[in-house]
């Protein structure tokens, strides 16, 4: 339980980041945990995999990638310990070579909606969204990166490096420069944490931000996001928990002392509506968001909003 709870941990910092890191990490964890219960009867193997489950997903409750990837790695039919980790192994070997094999393919069919002379604006540290931008570089296209800051944690730093290895120019900017410099961009490509069933992305605070400034400027917003980002427990009229972090990542806790009438308010996450957005890039195809339900049954199945 040691490792995985130091899975756990690392989710719950922020050590493991985005919603797709996040998945992978959790799926290997519980395969590993699987295995070192292996001496244990099979009612007891499936209590501590379900209180397992629990503390990776209790971790991060905005990132519906996480409770999917647990979902879809425990789940087993065996009537015995070995036969059960057995399933389980499969599962999560399943689950994170899929992951793997998502991004590129949404960073091919993602691709097709860059012109050559574009000039993209994205936010925080996507793997998805960079597949996407990525790819249409290396396919020739002359195309450049706006990139946002993404305060309070500052993922666009990591971006722009990304970025900046893959010889991509880049411009970093600040995340209330987003509507100024919005005339200067010719599409918005975004990642995401969650997708409900009516196509509301879930997404790093700000994106919102991104796409009604987007809308205001005639510009399109694009998602990229692996089938296993959209929310099946939206079916069943959940809403999707906007995750509140600590203070202490906006200011200092000493000043913060200082100053006995102010509080911090830090959402880690904003919903942006679907009539924002333009298109869903999937692993699968690429999707309205008025399709989000047909993802859900066809590639989630309908028993995980159970």
């Known amino acids: 339980m040691d490792d995985l709870n130091t899975t756990a941990e690392k989710i719950r910092t922020m050590d493991i980041r985005g919603a797709g890191r996040i998945a992978v990490a959790a799926s290997a964890a519980l395969r590993d945990y699987a295995v070192s219960l292996k001496s244990l009867p099979l009612s007891e193997f499936n209590t501590r995999i379900e209180e397992a489950a629990k503390t990776l997903v209790d971790t991060r409750p905005t990132a519906v990638s996480l409770p999917n990837a647990v979902a879809l790695t425990k789940r087993h039919n065996a009537t015995n310990v070995y036969d059960a980790i057995d399933e389980i192994s499969k599962n999560a070997e399943k689950f994170i070579t899929n992951a793997g094999e998502a991004l590129e393919k949404i960073g091919m069919i993602g691709a097709q909606r ?26 020739g296209k002359d195309i450049s990166v706006i990139a946002t800051e993404s305060r309070p944690r500052r993922q666009g730093l990591i971006t722009i490096r990304e970025l900046n290895d893959h010889g991509i120019p880049t411009t970093l900017i600040v995340d209330s420069a987003v509507r100024l410099t919005m005339k200067e961009v010719d599409l918005v490509v975004v990642g995401a944490d969650s997708i409900s069933v009516n196509g509301a992305l879930i997404n790093k605070i700000g994106t919102s931000q991104l ?24 079916l069943l009229g959940e809403m999707v928990e906007i995750e509140d972090r600590s203070s202490d990542e906006v200011i200092d806790a000493e000043i913060l002392r200082e100053l006995p009438n102010v509080k911090v308010k830090n959402p880690a996450f904003d919903v942006t509506p679907a009539e924002y957005i333009d298109l869903i890039i999937t692993e699968v195809g690429a999707f309205p968001p008025a399709m989000a339900f047909t993802v859900i049954k066809d590639y989630l199945g309908l028993e995980l909003a159970v």
Do not use: W
Not at 115 to 124: E, K, L, N, R, S
Not at 218 to 231: D, G, H, L, M, P
């Open 114 to 139: 860059i012109h050559d002379g574009d000039v993209i604006m994205t936010h925080c540290n996507s793997h998805a969204a960079l597949s996407i931008i990525k790819t249409a570089f290396d396919q």
């Open 211 to 234: 796409a009604m400034a987007a809308q205001e400027a005639r510009r399109n917003v694009i998602v990229a996001a692996e089938t296993y980002k959209f929310s099946p427990r939206t």
